[in-house]
């Protein structure tokens, strides 16, 4: 069964005491919460987890509402119907998720527009996947011994407002890791190389530790994290894509590494390996017309 582990750190209203007058100050206003919903009952089973997380810099209650009505429709309409492929339940709580942020900008609420970072991750007990995000929260893939920036690979179209726009489809591996976490959280994970040890971590125990071992610079953060760790029966072959309005593209996917300057595309078969495929059916062919 898959597995989340949340880290809040200094969450609003509950910041740490040991945390510096100056750096709770500048943060007073800083807004971050991630949350994970479980299906409710056997209905409900194949949809699997539902993982949300938001983060907005100098909100105002108003904004704050706003981030919770998101959350509560798309927990409520993901989990509402279900249709006989579990992405279109996504892309539905997705819809009405786009309907309420319209209805803010009718309202006249807009100031929320270019603060707002919000992801919305889905996986099923097959493991299939379903990813979407709203500006720019951090999502990573760790697989097969590598990183790969999965927010790199979903591009917002341009729309008269930021909504979810382009979603990724797909399947991981058992064991393989997905870290969604907020912005300001993603910066100091990188400067602490936290991202190389949670790869090389077999197991959730290896993982909190590896949070123990950086709890003093932890103490001083400010965000939030939720490590998924896949767990069932997946497809050995597979193939993500990224669905749009225009319809779907094979992912392409931005390698971590450093400060993940390097694009590589490694979850399906390259050119090369495409080829080689081709010639030996093509060979295979060659010999079944030869004997007949």
Same mark, same amino acid.
């Given at each position: ?5 949340? &880290? ?15 750096? *709770? ?5 800083? &807004? ?12 409900? *089973? ?22 919770? =009505?998101?959350?509560?429709? !798309? ?29 803010? !900008? ?33 999502? %990573?893939?760790?697989?097969? =011994? ?20 382009? +979603? ?16 300001? %959280? ?13 790869? #090389? ?6 993982? *909190? ?13 400010? =965000? ?14 597979? $193939? ?5 309005? #225009? ?6 996917? +931005? ?6 300057? #390097? ?10 390996? +495409? !080829?080689?495929? $081709?010639? !030996? ?12």
């Amino acid at each position: 069964m898959t597995k989340v582990l949340e &880290y809040h750190f200094n969450p609003p209203f509950r910041r740490n005491s040991q945390v510096p007058v100056w750096l *709770k100050k500048k943060n007073q206003n800083y &807004y971050f919460d991630g949350l994970c919903f479980k299906p409710a009952g056997l209905r409900e *089973k194949p949809l699997g987890l539902l993982c949300l997380l938001a983060e907005m810099a100098d909100t105002d209650p108003e904004e704050t509402a706003i981030i919770s =009505g998101l959350v509560k429709i !798309i927990q409520r309409e993901y989990y509402r119907f279900f249709y006989p492929n579990p992405t279109d339940c996504f892309k539905w709580a997705l819809e009405q998720g786009n309907r309420f942020l319209s209805r803010q !900008i009718k309202n006249n609420n807009v100031n929320w527009l270019s603060k707002l970072n919000f992801a919305a991750f889905a996986i099923r007990p097959n493991l299939s996947i379903n990813l979407a995000k709203i500006n720019d929260p951090a999502i %990573l893939l760790f697989t097969n =011994g590598e990183i790969f920036d999965l927010a790199q690979s979903l591009t917002q179209e341009s729309a008269p407002f930021k909504s979810f726009s382009n +979603t990724i489809e797909g399947e991981v591996q058992n064991n393989d890791k997905i870290l969604i976490l907020s912005r300001k %959280l993603f910066e100091t994970f990188d400067e602490e190389e936290m991202f190389r040890w949670l790869l #090389s971590a077999k197991s959730q125990r290896a993982a *909190k530790d590896v949070f123990k071992q950086k709890k003093d610079t932890l103490r001083h953060s400010f =965000g939030v994290c939720l490590l998924v760790r896949a767990k069932g029966q997946s497809n050995p072959f597979r $193939l993500m894509r990224r669905s749009s309005g #225009s319809g779907q593209s094979t992912a392409k996917y +931005t390698r971590l590494a450093g400060k993940m300057t #390097s694009r590589r595309a490694r979850l399906f078969p390259g050119p090369l390996q +495409t !080829i080689l495929l $081709l010639l !030996i059916l093509a060979s295979l062919a060659f010999i079944v017309w030869r004997m007949f």
